[in-house]
T-cell receptor, first 112, second 116 residues
Framework: LAKTTQPISMDSYEGQEVNITCSHN???????ITWYQQFPSQGPRFIIQ???TKVTNEVASLFIPADRKSSTLSLPRVSLSDTAVYYC?????????????FGTGTKLQVIP | ETGVTQTPRHLVMGMTNKKSLKCEQH?????MYWYKQSAKKPLELMFV???????ENNSVPSRFSPECPNSSHLFLHLHTLQPEDSALYLC???????????????FGPGTRLTVL
C-alpha cells in the first residue's frame, strides 16, 4: 500500500474552514484515496473517497491534484463536534482485504 | 439495532481469565474484521473473515482466537492475555472482499479491554 504522511495535529477555531493535506508520493495508478474520521473511544467512520479532481459530499470535500501525489480534505465551517482524528488511506479498491492501514492520522482540535 | 454492534463495551479481566468479545453486523455484509487500537498507535488489523472463512491472520498471538459462525456474527475469544493487550478492540464489516468495487468499512463502537 502507498505510504501516507499527514500532520500529527492541527488546531482550528469554530466556524473556520479546515484543510488537512495528505502526501502519498508513491500512489499507484489504481489506488483510491479515502478519509476516515474517528472520535475518542469509537470506531472510524468513512467520510469521503476519491480518485482524481474534486469530490464533495454533505460532510467534506476532497481535492486531488492531477499528479495525485497528495490530497486535501476540506471541512467547511468546523464545529466543536468535528474534533477527532482524521485518517488518510490510499489503496486499491477494495479497502478491506488490502490490509487497510490507517497510520497515525491527524488529530484536529476545534477551539471555541 | 442497526450498523455494527459490539459487546461488551468495556471489559476488565485478569491474565488467567477467559472471555469473549462479540460483534454483530446488521448490514448484510459478507466480510468482517477485527482491529486492535492501542494508545497512541495506529489501528492494527488482526483478522479478516469473508463468508465465514478466515482469509487473513495478521501475525496475531494464539491467545486471541477468532470465530465467525455466520456472516453476521464475529467473536474474539481471549485467554491468558497480557497487560500489553489492553486496548480498544474494533470490529468492522464491509460488503465483500470484491476487488472490483471499493468496499467501505463500517466500524462498531469497540470494546475497551483492560487486562490486569
Amino acid at each position: 500500500l502507498a505510504k501516507t504522511t499527514q500532520p500529527i495535529s492541527m488546531d482550528s477555531y469554530e466556524g473556520q474552514e479546515v484543510n488537512i493535506t495528505c502526501s502519498h508520493n508513491n500512489i499507484a495508478t489504481n489506488d483510491y484515496i479515502t478519509w476516515y474520521q474517528q472520535f475518542p473511544s469509537q470506531g472510524p467512520r468513512f467520510i469521503i473517497q476519491g480518485y482524481k479532481t474534486k469530490v464533495t459530499n454533505e460532510v467534506a470535500s476532497l481535492f486531488i491534484p492531477a499528479d495525485r501525489k497528495s490530497s486535501t480534505l476540506s471541512l467547511p465551517r468546523v464545529s466543536l463536534s468535528d474534533t477527532a482524528v482524521y485518517y488518510c488511506l490510499v489503496g486499491p479498491p477494495p479497502g478491506g482485504y488490502q490490509k487497510v492501514t490507517f497510520g497515525t492520522g491527524t488529530k484536529l482540535q476545534v477551539i471555541p | 439495532e442497526t450498523g455494527v454492534t459490539q459487546t461488551p463495551r468495556h471489559l476488565v479481566m485478569g491474565m488467567t481469565n477467559k472471555k469473549s468479545l462479540k460483534c454483530e453486523q446488521h448490514l448484510g455484509h459478507n466480510a468482517m474484521y477485527w482491529y486492535k487500537q492501542s494508545a497512541k498507535k495506529p489501528l492494527e488489523l488482526m483478522f479478516v473473515y469473508s463468508l465465514e472463512e478466515r482469509v487473513e491472520n495478521n501475525s496475531v498471538p494464539s491467545r486471541f482466537s477468532p470465530e465467525c459462525p455466520n456472516s453476521s456474527h464475529l467473536f474474539l475469544h481471549l485467554h491468558t492475555l497480557q497487560p500489553e493487550d489492553s486496548a480498544l478492540y474494533l470490529c468492522a464489516s464491509s460488503e465483500t472482499l470484491d476487488r472490483v468495487s471499493y468496499n467501505e468499512q463500517f466500524f462498531g463502537p469497540g470494546t475497551r479491554l483492560t487486562v490486569l
